[in-house]
């Protein structure tokens, strides 16, 4: 895109679900760096400084929406939910979303080299367009907007990020009791290459402790660390008084 014209920036509204009272606030928030510098004679500002205000709204809104949505969680939890929630590739996926790469403004080499795909610049420009609507409809309307375009990402990210707890978890118990870290080691993989289903065990001190399966070594992985996490524990009841 050479320019942001009203057309544009409708469709774009029309994908984030907010209209702009005014709309030069959201052409500044697509201005990349790379166009500002191209267009010198324009006298544009770049969007780094929305982008500076749009991280902070969205951190503080994330924080919100998990600390309501999860209320069994403790502060090391929370805080990793939104370390996943808020991460370039997260912010990145949601930018894919709202198709947001092909409004943003960029210089021509920029484009040329697929900056529009470019992780770093979607989520740096998400930012700015939530900084965008801040300045715009204040806080309360950028919270909805957040709210509204991460719900999806929210959905799956407490299942992903508490089952790579289950690794770390275990590495953790392991060593505290045994001085040991656990070893992973894939047993059977079975069914077509497009289905394929993975058997993993897990050891620790080169004894067997669980077994998991799944789509993906990763999965059964994460199995396999759940079931020896139970066994451990198990274990560790049977030895108290």
Known sequence: MDDAGAEDLHRLEEALGYRFKDDSLLHVALCHSSFVNENKERNLPDNERMEFLGDAVIQLA????????????DEGKLSKLRSFLVTEHSLAE?????????????????DLHGGRDKESILSNTLEAVIGAVFIDGGYDKARQLVKRLFSPLLESIEETVL???????????SHELFRELPS????????????????VEVQI????????????????????????????EAITAEREP
Not at 184 to 199: A, E, L
Request: glycine share 12%.
């Open 205 to 232: 001190s080169n004894v067997l402790i669980a077994q998991g399966s799944g789509k993906s070594k990763k999965e059964a992985e994460q199995q396999a660390a759940g079931a020896a996490l139970a066994t451990l």
């Open 62 to 73: 994330a924080s919100e929406m998990l600390y309501w949505r999860f209320t069994g969680h």
């Open 94 to 110: 949601v930018a894919r979303g709202c198709s947001l790469g092909g409004f943003i403004l960029l210089g021509k080499g920029e």
């Open 163 to 173: 089952d790579h707890d289950r690794k770390s978890r275990l590495q953790e118990r």
């Open 184 to 199: 992973y080691r894939v047993t059977n993989v079975s069914g077509p290459d497009h289905d394929r289903t993975f058997q």
